[in-house]
């Protein structure tokens, strides 16, 4: 009774944090609208403003701390929002191109062949781990600017948060939309209403300069071009999170690529008006470039006061848009992770739904990764961005490249026709020549930005992301070529079917005579092979007791003791079997394994479990076949054992 209290006890836990677990046919109707869709994911994309502004100012301060050097951040603002404008006419070309999302990845192995395929998923796959380690950073990193004395504890604080984030996802994307519609809107709400009283301050000359700033460490730099592109690459930040759209286009209501479309330009409508009002305000004010304080922060102090619930306002607001941008990753990443999983390119488990018709195991995976980078990066938002914006801008140039080579396949198609194509339906487009511009124009830019970030942040950590792609690419194919392996051992076609009976002999392994051996022998006997038991005698003591107990309670049956004179368990019995099958070599050897099975974890850890070490020494042998035949204790009412016929 106590354990089935334990086991409701847990139940019950379970629907508490993860929700009812939902029927697969309800699948269907887990999808989203647009305002829930625009939370889900373009929450990514709408918090690169908060930092975006702040990255071009620290590059620039490099230069000095001069107006005329960081007035530059306005040209290079508008020259990064028309970037984002190009990139975003570019996907939403893709949403309506392959409606079954995927975005770069379906793209890349559509057009260009597996090796980009490959190289696309491992750079979003990055880039979607590096999405929750830098805006959890980032949020936390709002948080104590206004609470100073919760800065020792950002890491605790960015680990707490993405155990709660990853909770509400397991729970569904329906439900983790609604949940983080919330903070999403509120600070789309009071960033607009910070910028026009910004602005109106500014007009009627209410605004003054922010003062009490602790700027950062400038540099002796001379302001050259190549300082203006790394500030332009790092304002380029803005530009992630464009593609989740394109790759979760599945999660819409239909009509899906309508609905993703629309959702796409209203999300780049709103970041392109933020980025540039928060750049333009920040400017007016002065704001700089600080280790201590952000320019958000600056921003709100400047424009509502220091302490005003306005200004404090603005920070929570900040801070949760940030600390939610992570559920756009939770969004994409389980669903790329199944798309290669289902090629072959990763484990098979990545394609597993949950009880809430969730990828479980992707949700698992990217947390797991995303805490460790948190831990090592020491949640700062300055190490993680050179890690993260590389896997973002060669994603963008791979997707926007096979884009180019997908418009020039349909301009070839005669008008009228449709082709099936791998991935879609292809249409000629009469407009093909210019959406292939649109797309070819975006691709350089994002690849001269990738180039810049990758060697003006190299040692600053860029290296370990133009290590880690590669590797992680000759990773998939080693799993790809494992699954292609073991398909073709699987695979029947070529080779003779022969169904014959061969002799099987079963092998009961004895450690003591119990109820467990009685329920094993009873097993045996069910079988109806000829059967006998094996005790290793580990303990030379224990021999003859077990040999007596046997003759005693079972007395039917052979018992071969086998000698283990150096306490080993696996090696003597491979060695037995491998006799066995010497002198029959045409039969099968039947394996039963009993082992106790306790009502919990703690408890199932004070026995030996010995079982799982047989399963892994036999494993690699042939014509071998091993029955785990489990013991419950908590029943232990001896009518369960059945007297041997």
């Not at 104590?144 to 919760?150: A, E, N």
């Not at 983790?176 to 519609?181: C, E, M, W, Y």
């Not at 060669?394 to 096979?402: A, D, E, N």
């Amino acid at each position: 009774m106590a354990s089935d209290k334990n086991n409701e006890s847990h139940f019950s836990l379970s629907r508490v944090l993860f929700g009812k677990p939902l029927a697969t046919t309800a699948l269907p109707h887990q999808t989203v609208s647009r305002p829930i869709g625009l939370a889900v994911f373009a929450s990514d994309a709408l918090s690169s403003t908060a930092y975006a502004t702040e990255e071009i100012l620290i590059i620039l301060a490099l230069a000095g701390l001069g107006a005329s050097t960081l007035g530059l951040s306005i040209p290079i603002a508008i020259a990064i929002a028309i970037l984002l404008i190009v990139v975003t006419i570019s996907y939403r070309q893709t949403i309506y191109a392959y409606p079954n999302g995927g975005g770069a990845y379906i793209v890349a192995r559509d057009n260009l062949g597996e090796l980009p395929a490959q190289i696309a998923g491992a750079a979003l796959l990055t880039d979607y781990i590096l999405t929750v380690a830098v805006s959890v950073s980032s949020g936390v990193a709002q948080i104590t600017s206004g609470i100073p004395d919760l800065l020792p504890y950002r890491v605790e604080m960015a680990l707490v948060v993405i155990a709660f984030i990853t909770i509400v996802n397991l729970r569904g994307v329906r439900e983790s939309g609604r949940i983080f519609a919330v903070p999403t809107y509120f600070f789309i709400g009071i960033m607009f209403i910070t910028l026009i009283v910004g602005f109106i301050r500014q007009l009627t000359g209410n605004l003054s300069d922010v003062t009490g700033v602790e700027p950062v460490h400038t540099g002796t730099q001379a302001l050259t071009l190549f300082l203006v592109l790394r500030a332009f690459s790092s304002g380029s930040a803005a530009l992630t999170g464009i593609e989740a759209i394109s790759n979760g286009i599945t999660a819409f209501k239909e009509p899906r690529s309508r609905n993703a479309a629309i959702t796409l330009m209203w999300m780049s409508g709103i970041l392109v008006t933020l980025f540039l009002s928060i750049t333009l305000l920040s400017r007016a004010i002065h704001a700089i470039p600080s280790e201590t304080e952000t320019v958000i922060s600056q921003l709100g102090r400047t424009v509502y006061g220091d302490g005003s619930i306005l200004y404090a306002a603005t920070l929570v607001g900040t801070a949760l848009i940030l600390l939610m941008a992570a559920n756009t990753s939770y969004a994409d990443f389980p669903r790329l992770a199944a798309l290669a999983a289902g090629d072959g390119f990763l484990p098979r488990q990545l394609t597993f739904r949950g009880g809430r018709l969730v990828f479980s195991w992707g949700i698992m995976m990217l947390a797991l990764f995303a805490s460790l980078l948190v831990i090592v990066g020491d949640a700062r938002t300055n190490a993680l961005i050179p890690l993260y914006a590389i896997g973002v801008f060669l994603s963008f140039t791979i997707s926007q490249t096979g884009m180019v080579i997908h418009m020039r396949r349909v301009g070839r198609i005669p008008p009228g026709e449709k082709v099936q194509g791998r991935e879609t339906i292809l249409e000629y487009d009469s407009r093909w020549k210019t959406k292939s511009f649109i797309s070819g124009f975006g691709a350089v830019c994002t690849f001269i930005v990738m180039m810049v970030f990758a060697i003006t942040k190299f040692t600053s950590g860029a290296w370990f992301v133009i290590v880690l792609i590669p590797s992680l690419v000759f990773i998939f194919f080693r799993i790809h070529s494992h699954y292609k392996r073991v398909a073709r051992a699987l695979s029947l076609q070529g080779k003779p079917v022969e169904i014959k009976r061969r002799l099987v002999q079963t092998i009961i392994l004895v450690d003591d005579v119990h109820a467990e051996t009685v329920r094993m022998v009873n097993f045996a006997k069910s079988v109806g092979d000829p059967w006998h038991a094996v005790h290793i005698g580990v303990n030379p003591d224990k021999i003859e007791v077990v040999k007596a107990k046997w003759q005693e309670r079972i007395g039917e049956g052979e018992m071969v003791i086998i000698p283990s004179p150096y306490r080993l368990l696996a090696e003597p019995l491979r060695e037995y079997i491998e006799q066995l099958q010497a002198e029959q070599p045409d039969s099968f050897i039947h394996i039963i394994l009993g082992h106790l099975a306790m009502p919990n974890f703690w408890e199932q850890a004070l026995h030996q479990n010995t079982a799982l070490i047989f399963n892994l020494a036999l494993a690699g042998m042939e014509n071998i076949a091993v029955t785990a035949v489990p013991y419950q204790i908590q029943d232990p009412d001896p009518k369960d054992i059945i007297d041997i016929a």
